[in-house]
């Protein structure tokens, strides 16, 4: 259980610092598309084309933060196979505390009363999740239920991918949902995977989990470089940890055979229903500081408040974003 709960804490420092870098990587990105007035930067629908969303993954943050994701990836994994799912996943899903923290220094985002309250809340929940939790289950599902994990990741990254191109600009909490729910699909196909323990390399390549785990991270990934570059950065790795938490969760009880500690039931349910409703309110009272950048500007070059290439409000009260933001969406290209 010690060796889980720190495997778990460690991929969420990965996970937390990577989507802030990936965060700055991307809004550099959406800025230098800005600054040469380029029509092609987003869709009709205002959100980010493929071709702007591979320029945000090649800057060096972002290469950096894909990397720690990587490693938080193979972290998670271990921790997914020696802890129950609800435990595991809600830990991970802590890297909301440290991506918000981060987002002080390195995105210039002053967090609210109301965003400090709610992560202690997360903090708090996490603390009875820990207490209440009891042995992990087996994992061991028929090769059917392998399949249909398979068909889910597919439609919900495919289908996903193509309501948030459609909703363009609108799509950032949604976007941070649906990539949660990938990574949630990725969790459980790493807990049911076949040909691990005792390893069997054929047993693991036929096992259509593999595959899933594939689909949903890459999809996962993809769908949270997008929630970042169109809209608040807390607000949509909030509403990812809701996605990757509550479905991973729930199926690890009644599917997998998670369970918690004797007497400690109402403690487990409690923490989970507060770690995502705390959860919850970091997005709700984080989601004004991430107004994407216009599409209008983006065309034209015009004048883009601060807010909508950075945070919510700077710590330096704004004006240096602001001339910051100025400078970059009217300098001619070079």
């Known amino acids: 259980m010690i060796i889980g709960l720190l495997t778990a804490v460690a991929a969420s420092a990965c996970y937390g610092t990577g989507s802030v870098l990936q965060a700055v990587g991307s809004r550099k990105s959406a800025r230098r598309e800005a600054a040469k007035s380029s029509a092609t930067g987003v869709t009709q629908h205002g959100g980010p084309s493929l071709s702007s969303t591979a320029k945000a993954a090649v800057t060096w943050e972002f290469m950096v933060g894909t990397v720690l994701d990587f490693i938080g990836f193979g972290l998670g994994a271990l921790a997914a196979r020696l802890l129950p799912l609800f435990l595991s996943q809600t830990v991970i899903s802590a890297n909301l505390v440290i991506t918000a923290v981060l987002s002080i220094k390195l995105l210039g985002i002053r967090l609210s009363r109301a965003e400090w309250s709610s992560i202690a809340v997360v903090c708090s929940a996490l603390v009875l999740l820990a207490t209440a939790a009891g042995p992990e289950g087996s994992g061991h599902t028929p090769i059917a239920t392998h399949w249909w994990l398979l068909v889910a990741s597919l439609v919900l990254i495919g289908g996903g991918t193509l309501i948030v191109r459609l909703m363009g600009s609108r799509a950032a909490i949604l976007a941070g949902l ?16 076949n040909g691990v323990d005792p390893f069997h390399l054929p047993s693991l390549l036929g096992d259509p989990a593999l595959y899933a785990i594939l689909v949903a991270g890459i999809g996962g990934m993809y769908l949270h470089t997008v929630a970042l570059q169109i809209g608040s950065v807390n607000g949509a790795t909030a509403a990812l940890v809701v996605g990757e938490t509550v479905v991973p969760g729930i199926l690890g009880v009644l599917w997998l055979g998670d369970s918690s500690r004797p007497g400690f039931a109402w403690v487990a349910v409690l923490g989970f229903v507060v770690a995502v409703a705390g959860a919850v309110a970091v997005a709700w009272f984080g ?26 409000a700077p710590a330096d009260g704004g004006a240096h974003e602001e001339r910051t933001a100025r400078a970059v969406t009217t300098a001619p290209e070079r």
């Open 178 to 193: 649906l990539s949660g729910l990938g990574f949630g699909a990725l969790g459980v196909g790493v807990r049911v995977l």
């Open 287 to 312: 989601e004004p500081e991430g107004e994407p950048v216009p599409a209008a500007a983006a065309h034209t070059g015009a004048e883009v408040p601060a807010q909508a290439t950075g945070g919510a």
